[in-house]
């Protein structure tokens, strides 16, 4: 298929894809992804500054990260419409503009509630970007040629909540927590000019009828889902965390029975009954949750058990992140090559090899042991997320692209939200149980063995999931696109 005959197929008119360059709009892309994905893990070491200067409570001052996540986990789910009613250019620069103005109003804030505002601004940008980039991907190149860009846009999505943590913490050593607003607003400005000379539109919008109804149930479902989760790790539970995750899951049942129904739907769930996308989605809720647990739980374990630092255990951590990102335009051009196969299958056996490995260590485990097993586990997942992603959106015909990146992205917020609060709370639950053994339980160094035995049994479900993907590996195929869907 010619690039023409591809733009023909994914419904262009807008303007032949033709003589189109595909790298500057691969570019613009990532430089606003960049900076957009950045700013998630930008502000959390920022925190104890802000509590003080603000002076709002901890549970407060938690609102700065959980909305943020609550706007990007209802945000995504709509984005599938919005692909639809908007150009590539309209969504792209719409996106850009919310998060530049959320970036102004956050450095320039004079009070928590104004800060809040411009937190919720950038994850409304955040949350339209993703699927304009996935989308736009999907229709710029044929499926022989994907993984090579798909892998591009990983080295983005992985290398920017990397770096935040370690780059805030050098930022405030000298410069006060306004700085981490102001130093990105000029590349966030950057990248609209741009986006404004290079973006081309690769879709024509066909405007689907906007079910008012479908939005409602989406917003309070996947909502309250990923508000209840990621609120669970608080003192205090009650309805504020089992009512709405019950209120979500209930709402988010009618979504789906609404969705089967319904002529023109938010969401197309029949892009389930193509089994390589149903693999796939699979996969990633089981990648997404051992990547969030790793990463919430291995700073526990660095700063409560190991005595480390914030800084140190953030640089002990970000040479397997900047790898993971690195790695991924490599991962994306031997899938090109191999098919999914030759990368999954090693990769989630690899992982179960690494994860059996963090099941062993002690407090006597070296740095440089924990250094090495947190490459090896970043570079699994790397051999798995993009390659699995890229082959079951390859399956799926042209009309369900915006659907099918919309159910990625937003099973990758729930799984996330959902993960970090099972696996902390599994540890918690194992720091418990040690504790109440203990002859001495206030004692340093058996506060440091107790956090050691709740990261074991974190870790051991953690082996579990990730023998639950090795098994789903030996189900993948490579997938040729517009495939028919299984009765």
């Known amino acids: 298929m010619t690039v023409n005959e591809h733009a023909a197929a994914a419904g262009g008119g807008t303007e032949s894809l033709e003589h ?52 990007v986990g209802v945000l995504v789910p709509s984005s599938a419409l919005l692909v639809q009613w908007f150009t590539t250019r309209q969504m792209f620069l719409g996106a850009m503009i919310l998060f530049t103005l959320g970036t102004l109003v956050c450095g ?67 410069l006060q927590w306004r700085w981490l607003f102001y130093l990105v607003l000029p590349f966030a400005v950057f990248s609209i000019v741009f986006a404004s000379i290079y973006l081309k539109n690769v879709s024509q919008p066909t405007k689907p009828k906007v079910d008012v109804v479908s939005i409602v149930l989406s917003t309070i479902g996947f909502g309250g889902i990923v508000y209840g989760f990621s609120s669970s790790g608080g003192a205090d539970g009650g309805f504020r965390v089992y009512g709405t995750i019950l209120i979500g899951a209930i709402a988010l049942l009618l979504f789906v029975m609404r969705q089967l129904r319904v002529k023109e739907p938010l969401m197309d769930l029949r892009a389930f009954a193509y089994p390589m996308f149903t693999v796939t989605a699979i996969l990633l809720i089981i990648m997404m949750m051992t990547l969030f647990s790793t990463m919430s739980l291995l700073p526990f374990l660095f700063q409560g058990a190991l005595g480390m630092t914030v800084f140190a255990s953030g640089l ?24 999914p196969r030759a990368l999954v299958i090693p990769g989630t056996v690899f992982l179960v090899v690494i994860m059996w490995f963090f099941t062993r260590v002690n407090l006597d485990t070296s740095k440089a042991t924990f250094l090495v097993l947190h490459i090896c586990i970043m570079i699994a997942i790397s051999m798995i ?16 692209y915006p659907h099918g990146t919309a159910i990625l992205n937003t099973l990758q917020q729930v ?32 506060m440091a063995k107790a956090m050691v035995s709740g990261v074991h049994n974190a870790f051991l479900y953690g082996l579990g999931f990730a023998v639950l993907a090795l098994v789903l590996a030996f189900f993948i195929k490579r997938s040729q696109g517009q495939a028919k869907p299984t009765s």
């Open 20 to 71: 189109v360059k595909r790298m500057p709009i691969l570019i613009s892309l990532m430089i606003g992804a960049f900076f957009s994905i950045l700013n998630e893990t930008l502000l959390n070491v920022a925190f104890p500054e802000l509590m003080i200067e603000l002076g709002v409570t901890a549970p407060t001052l938690q609102w700065l990260a959980t909305g943020y996540m609550l706007v």
């Open 316 to 339: 002990l951590m970000l040479p397997g992140s900047l790898l993971n990102g690195l790695i991924s335009p490599l991962t994306g051009k031997l899938f090109d090559k191999f098919g």
């Open 385 to 400: 997320m993009m390659p699995t992603q890229t082959n079951g959106l390859n399956q799926l015909p042209q009309r369900y």
């Open 108 to 174: 320039t804030a004079p009070h928590f509630a104004f800060l809040l505002l411009g937190r919720l601004l950038q994850a409304a940008g955040t949350g339209l970007m993703l699927p304009v980039m996935m989308n736009t991907i999907l229709v710029l190149y044929p499926p022989e040629k994907r993984g090579g860009a798909m892998g591009t846009i990983g080295l983005v999505i992985m290398f920017a909540p990397a770096i935040g943590p370690t780059l805030s913490g050098l930022i405030l050593q000298s």
């Open 415 to 446: 799984a996330g939200a959902i993960g970090v609060a099972f696996f902390i709370g599994i540890m918690t639950t194992g720091q418990s149980k040690y504790l109440a053994q203990s002859s001495d339980p206030k004692a340093p160094v058996e």
